[in-house]
């Protein structure tokens, strides 16, 4: 599986951006994905899932109310609009495919990733 993330920028503190993974072929579809992000000198960090049929979702407790992950598997593609952005979110955010149908924020669930994109919210 290929998965392709897209939709990062430049955006003011306040401000929304939307970030889009579209995976390569429909094996995704049965698995849960996942957002992570990376800011420099940083460990990764976990931002959000969703369960394969889109029933489940979990978020980090530092974006949760700000950011909503959704997925449309028949586009092979998830989401993660992003509001209320705030400096702390500037990173570049990894999409991933789990091996699992649900999964939350376990590293080693994720095995298939992207290649990221680089959000970066100015204050």
């Known amino acids: 599986v290929q998965l392709q993330a897209s939709g990062g920028g430049l955006v003011q503190a306040g401000g929304s951006l939307r970030l889009s993974c579209a995976a390569s072929?429909?094996?995704?579809?049965?698995?849960?994905v996942g957002w992570w992000r990376q800011a420099p000198g940083k460990e990764r960090e976990f931002v959000a899932s969703i369960s394969w049929r889109g029933d489940s979702t979990v978020y980090a407790d530092n974006v949760q109310g700000r950011f909503t992950i959704s997925r449309d598997n028949a586009k092979n593609t998830v989401y993660l609009q992003m509001n209320s952005l705030k400096p702390e979110d500037t990173a570049t955010y990894y999409c991933a495919v789990s091996r699992y149908s649900y999964s939350g924020r376990g590293l080693p669930d994720y095995h298939y990733w992207g290649q990221g994109t680089l959000v970066t919210v100015s204050s």
């Open positions: 072929r429909r094996t995704s579809s049965n698995n849960a």
